[in-house]
C-alpha cells in the first residue's frame, strides 16, 4: 500500500530555499530509487485561510510502502547530501498519510 509524506518545511534566511532546491535535484533520482516520486509540484502557502501555518514551502511524495523511507535515509548516497536538506532548513513536518476514501 502506497504512503504518502507531507513536507512542510521553514527555510533558514539568506540562502535556505536555494540550498533545499539544490537538496531536491540531488535527492529525487535516489528517492527514484527507492521507489517514491514527488507527487505535488513544489508550493509556496500564500495565506491560511483557516487556522495557523507559516511553513515556506509545502509537497507531497509517495513512497511503495513503509519501507522505501527508512530504506532511502539508510542509503549511503543519500548520506552524502542530507546535510544540503540540514543546512537549508530550521523546522519540517514530515506527516505520514494514507489515501482515505472519499465521498461516494
Same mark, same amino acid.
Given at each position: 500500500?502506497?504512503? +504518502? ?8 534566511? $539568506?540562502? =535556505?530555499?536555494?540550498? +533545499?532546491?539544490? +537538496? #531536491? ?8 530509487? !527507492? =521507489? =517514491?516520486?514527488?507527487?505535488? *509540484? ?6 491560511? #485561510?483557516? =487556522? !495557523? ?9 509517495? +513512497?511503495? $510502502? $513503509? ?9 549511503? *548516497?543519500?548520506?552524502? #547530501?542530507? !546535510?544540503?536538506?540540514?543546512?537549508? #532548513? ?15
Amino acid at each position: 500500500m502506497s504512503v +504518502y509524506m507531507l513536507n512542510a518545511l521553514w527555510f533558514k534566511p $539568506d540562502g =535556505g530555499r536555494e540550498t +533545499y532546491l539544490e +537538496y #531536491i535535484k540531488a535527492a529525487d533520482p535516489l528517492v527514484q530509487k !527507492h =521507489g =517514491g516520486r514527488r507527487v505535488t *509540484e513544489l508550493f509556496a502557502p500564500v495565506s491560511a #485561510i483557516r =487556522g !495557523h501555518l507559516d511553513a515556506d514551502m509545502l509537497f507531497v511524495v509517495e +513512497y511503495p $510502502d $513503509d519501507a522505501a523511507l527508512p530504506a532511502l535515509i539508510a542509503d549511503p *548516497e543519500y548520506q552524502k #547530501i542530507r !546535510h544540503l536538506r540540514d543546512d537549508a #532548513i530550521t523546522d519540517s513536518w514530515l506527516i505520514k498519510m494514507e489515501a482515505a476514501p472519499g465521498p461516494e
